[in-house]
């Protein structure tokens, strides 16, 4: 399944440098700019009454300036506006607007738009759910380098929606997400050579890959970690590598995980428990 929901983060083009405390005379002269029609200074504008740099927040003029900066053809400030009609700020709930502002974006480029699009179709949201549209739009979003959209596409191909399934695509799109940092797509590329499921099976790939999920807070990857070291799988084994990351996953609440270190704690020294109890307290004082 998807693990991503639509991206509400408001994507800003920073076009004025300024010092601090001067916040309010860059709002002046960039007011006077819009009044006059210049497209940048309007979508500044948004921003400003978006952040409350210069003046206090205010979605509804974030919402008027972003629209004319959009109505001139900035892409972002369209992007912007999607997400405002989206949630309901500065008016209104409008999906119906949102989705023809996303569309405006997306047709121009912006790659947090077609995911955007990709996640709406995918699961029916506000639009009839459409896979092959939503592959389409991921695939957009992917070729430019949106890891999110790349993980999804990944999957997609994976359990064949909207497109025939092929495993080479999947491997592909998922390790080229991993590589960027996407945890999700990590975790799954580590299930996928655990399991040898359209690669090589490798249990040295798969804690690899947990490894990388593990650190970034994946708590069903810090379980899968406590598994390996427990059997040792591609490594030696390890009860106090694996009472550590059973711990530090129970902790964020993976049930199994505490079913696991509670097994091991039938088989460790005291030592040992104390090592690998104090090992994932330092763990999570540096992952907080």
Not at 34 to 54: C, H, I, N, T, V
Not at 62 to 84: C, F, H, P, R, V
Not at 236 to 249: E, F, L, Q
Request: charged content about 20%; glycine content about 10%.
């Amino acid at each position: 399944m998807l693990n991503k929901l639509l991206c509400a983060v408001f994507a800003v083009v920073l076009c004025l440098s300024t010092a601090v405390g001067d916040d309010k005379s860059v709002f002046s002269k960039t007011l006077g700019l819009a009044e006059q029609g210049d497209a940048d200074a309007q979508f500044m504008l948004g921003r400003m009454y978006e952040k409350g740099e210069g003046t206090p927040q205010d979605d509804k003029q974030s919402l008027y300036w972003y629209t004319k900066a959009a109505e001139q053809g900035d892409a972002i400030a369209q992007l912007n506006l999607g997400n405002m009609y989206s949630l309901g700020r500065g008016g209104p709930e409008d999906k119906e607007r949102a989705l023809s502002w996303y569309f405006r974006a997306a047709e121009q480029g912006v790659a947090e738009a077609q995911y955007n699009l990709g996640v709406m179709y995918h699961d029916g949201k506000d639009v009839p759910q459409d896979y092959k549209t939503a592959l389409d739009w991921f695939t957009k979003a992917a070729k430019q380098g949106d890891s999110s959209a790349q993980y999804n596409l990944g999957v997609m191909y994976l359990a064949g929606r909207g497109a025939p399934q092929n495993y080479e695509e999947a491997v592909h799109w998922i390790t080229t997400a991993a590589e960027h940092g996407e945890s999700g797509a990590q975790y799954n590329l580590g299930v996928m050579y655990y399991n040898g499921n359209g690669v090589p099976h490798s249990y040295k790939q798969a804690r690899h890959w947990f490894t990388k999920a593990a650190e970034q807070g994946n708590t069903s990857a810090q379980y899968n970690l406590g598994v390996i070291f427990l059997h040792g799988q591609g490594t030696p084994k390890n009860d106090v590598a694996a009472h550590m990351w059973a711990s530090i996953s129970a902790a964020s609440g993976h049930v199994m995980a505490g079913k696991l270190r509670d097994q091991l704690i039938t088989a460790m020294t005291a030592d040992k428990i104390a090592e690998a109890e104090r090992l994932a307290r330092e763990w999570m004082g540096e992952h907080p």
